[in-house]
């Protein structure tokens, strides 16, 4: 059997006719760049994420980008994020000219730690950029209880949790403001590269809005920092059909990672923990194992796609080995990073398929020395 790690064509395929009508659309309108289309999914998705506004954007670094850039955060400003997370959420941060504060994760959820976070608060820190990994909400009463204290803002990296749920609410609808990728491989994708910022705060929509666009409130009218963020209409046409099911593909979802937990129950690895307050959205389905490399290989070997989300913490990239860091210790993300590995997941992915993986784990078990974590 060959499992992909990610199976978009089988999710494509019953809405095909309807993308290629939408695309036909755009081609024959020549809107080509934040059309009427893009202003309807940005309220689409509003209206999803049970919040005000969102603004499209061609990314999601940009949109996290924007988000920082919306609350003046730049030079002498300390940015509070979690040292296990996609080189994008830190990468924002040092294009605004701040500095990123790296703190270890909760070990069992691998999300940002609310103590670590208050222990590294300093004179400059001016926000917290939570990232809800894996699609499991970080605890976010904690977190914002934390940010009023010490009057930070709080930008919600979202690119891995379009949809999931926080004590009921929508993820983007919890911190000031949001930023989601809308990469292909993410929860909701477009087709190339899109992203998409949510918030409740009417008053920095003028500003957000004007700095994708060339910095424009009404044409040629420059006001503000001139970048060029806009969304494709393509895109936005794509994603209004797909956030339309994307209610239905998060549940499949969920069904696979209930099958992968209660198959793995009686194996050696780590399964995923998902607090009782929170709805993942499980874009990730990753596991912890001390043979993790033996692992993948023997999967691999299976017909079975993995990956590692992700393989080396930010402080460690070589990128951040000469760029402006703050990291304290770090151990958790650092002995993570060796230990865990992403199953394939996607809607639609089969009982068989998910229990032919965990035979297969079950297999290498049986076939090497099992090292307990
Ligand atoms: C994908 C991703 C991003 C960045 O998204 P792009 O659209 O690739 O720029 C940011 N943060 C996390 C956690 C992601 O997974």
Known sequence: MNIPFVDLQAMHAPLHDEMMTAIEEVVSKGNFVLGHQARAFEEDFAAYSETAFAVGVDSGLSALKLALLAYDIGEGDEVILPANTFIASAAAVTFTGATPVLVDPEPDTYNIDPQKIEAAITKQTKAIMVVHLYGIPAKMDEIMAIAEEHNLIVVEDASHAHG?????????????????????????????DGGIITTADESVIEKLTAMRNCGQIGKYNHVHQPY?????????????IKLRVLDEWNEKRRQAAQWYSAALADTSVITPIVPDDTESVWHLYVIRTAQRDALSEFLKDRGIATGIHYPVPIHKTPFYQSANLVTNNLPISEAQAGQILSLPMFPGISKEQVQYVADSVREFEANYVTVRL
Request: charged share 10%; proline share 2%.
């Open 228 to 240: 060029n963020h806009r969304l494709d209409t393509i895109h936005a046409a794509i994603l209004q």
């Open 164 to 192: 999931a749920r926080y004590n009921g609410q929508r993820i983007g609808s919890l911190g000031h403001i949001a930023g989601f990728s809308l990469y292909p491989a993410k929860n909701l994708g477009a087709f190339g």
